[in-house]
């Protein structure tokens, strides 16, 4: 067992932490341990603890996937031509007549 002379006095440290606003919520997940492990090892090479490296990833994910939903990129010539369709639409046929006739399911 170590004296108190031989303990260190400081904590060791593999990165200086930057001051970081407290979370107020929580997000409990269930995982295989062998992907909590994989997550961990991953974490560690990075200096980052296992939940700022689930966080930024599960957040940098969420951006792509909207963005996905959102942004698309055209060229000059397919760019007239949606425009074009968004200014000149298909008269509405009957599915979507019938479809627009249904109330909301928020509304029932």
């Known amino acids: ?10 904590r060791p ?3 200086p932490r930057a001051r970081v606003q407290r979370s107020s919520a929580n997000i409990h997940i269930r995982a295989p341990q062998k992907t909590k492990d994989l997550i961990d090892t991953a974490a560690s090479v990075v200096g980052k603890t296992l939940s700022e490296f ?7 994910q969420a951006i792509d996937v909207l963005l996905d939903q ?3 990129v055209l060229d000059a ?3 007239d031509a949606f425009v074009s ?3 000149n ?3 509405a046929g009957p599915a979507l007549k019938a479809l627009m006739k249904r109330r909301p399911l928020w509304q029932r």
Do not use: G, H, N
């Open 1 to 10: 067992m170590a004296t108190a002379a031989e303990r260190p006095t400081t």
């Open 13 to 15: 440290t593999t990165r």
């Open 54 to 60: 689930v966080l930024e990833s599960a957040r940098q």
């Open 70 to 72: 959102r942004l698309f």
């Open 77 to 79: 010539k397919k760019y």
């Open 85 to 87: 369709t968004l200014d």
């Open 89 to 91: 639409p298909p008269p």
